[in-house]
């Protein structure tokens, strides 16, 4: 049984994990309903700094060190890239009817 002191998993297999399973469920629809309140963008951001905890060769460091370490962006700045591609296309596709 895994006890939480030994981890299965290496840095890079729990964020290819993270990325591929987490942040999708994360970003889903995300420029349709992204959040405005700030607890709701910091309950958001939290799923993914107690993601970064379980990865034991980062712990001791503070979050922003574990997303510079792991080359991840916060998620606002993600929701933010992602708006502004909707816009984009959203202006495209309405210069081209």
């Known amino acids: 049984m895994f006890s939480g002191k030994e981890s ?26 992204s959040p405005h309140f700030q607890r709701d963008i910091d309950a958001i951001e939290n ?5 970064t905890r379980l990865i034991p ?3 001791g460091l ?6 510079k370490k ?3 962006p ?3 700045y993600r ?4 708006d502004i ?3 984009i296309v959203s202006f495209i596709d309405s210069s081209t009817t």
């Open 8 to 33: 299965i998993l290496d840095e890079q297999s729990l964020k290819l994990l993270f990325q591929a399973l987490v942040r999708p469920q994360l970003e889903y629809a995300a420029a349709v309903w």
């Open 47 to 51: 799923v993914q700094r107690r993601a």
């Open 57 to 59: 060769s980062l712990k």
């Open 62 to 67: 503070t979050y922003t060190e574990r997303l």
């Open 70 to 72: 792991l080359k991840l």
């Open 74 to 76: 916060i998620l606002k």
């Open 79 to 82: 929701r933010l890239r992602g």
């Open 85 to 87: 591609s909707f816009h």
